[in-house]
């Protein structure tokens, strides 16, 4: 099972700063099959990145991902006061288990 | 639009069993793998396993293999997951989530909460 650990645990930016995510797996995860997910209290995941770098539909411009084999990012160019919530990434390659990191909480400075 | 519609918070007490329902629209059913992911208060994300709307087939995560069954019934567009032996653990948030096109978990399901009580 590869295990994915995000760090910070907690980010603490203004808004209009640039915030950088790191998940770091425990084996190489294959054809970049990393996805980054968005949550807010209360809410369901929401898909922002997948295959690494792909931005799902709907997604601004201000998320990137970027990486490749055990270390991905996700990069926030300019925070806005929506953007404040928990992150996950997750690995789905060809076969399961599919896992998640354990999140990293991104709140307002 | 795809939309996946998940039923009604459950009470329930330890050693019963709680099925949940996942109802999809706005796609074929049988185009895509149903997830099933679970979420303790204020915790992180647990994947729990997959059900092939298409074959039926399942892939379970090991920590629940032998106490869950994803089930399918496609005349209704809907995905079952059934949780056995319940426990005060199990007292989460239960999502569906469908795949995208590469295996993405680019839809999800509203949750369902499952409180597990004496």
């Known amino acids: 099972e590869i295990v994915l650990t995000q760090s910070p645990g907690t980010l603490s930016l203004s808004p209009g700063e640039r915030a950088t995510l790191s998940c770091r797996a425990s084996?190489?995860?294959?054809?970049?099959?990393l996805a980054w997910y968005q949550q807010k209290a209360g809410q369901a995941p929401r898909l922002l990145i997948y295959g690494a770098s792909s931005r799902a539909t709907g997604i601004p411009d201000r998320f990137s991902g970027s990486g490749s084999g055990t270390d991905f990012t996700l990069t926030i160019s300019r925070l806005e006061p929506e953007d404040f919530a928990v992150y996950y990434c997750?690995?789905?390659?060809?076969?399961?288990?599919?896992?998640f990191g354990q999140g990293t909480k991104l709140e307002i400075k | 639009q795809v939309q996946l519609v998940q039923s009604g918070a459950e009470v329930k007490k330890p050693g019963a069993s709680v099925k949940v329902s996942c109802k999809a629209s706005?796609?074929?059913?049988?185009?895509?793998?149903i997830h099933w992911v679970r979420q303790a208060p204020g915790q992180g994300l647990e994947w729990m396993g997959r059900v092939n709307p298409n074959s039926g087939g399942t892939n379970y995560a090991q920590k629940f293999q032998g106490r869950v069954t994803m089930t399918r019934d496609t005349s209704i567009s809907t995905a079952y997951m059934e949780l056995n032996r319940l426990r005060s653990d199990d007292t989460v948030v239960y999502y569906c989530?469908?795949?995208?096109?590469?295996?993405?978990?680019?839809?999800w399901g509203q949750g369902t909460l499952v409180t597990v009580s004496s």
């Open positions: 084996q190489s995860v294959s054809s970049s099959y």
């Open positions: 989530a469908r795949s995208g096109d590469f295996g993405e978990f680019y839809y």
């Open positions: 706005g796609y074929t059913f049988t185009g895509y793998y």
């Open positions: 997750q690995q789905y390659g060809s076969s399961p288990p599919y896992t």
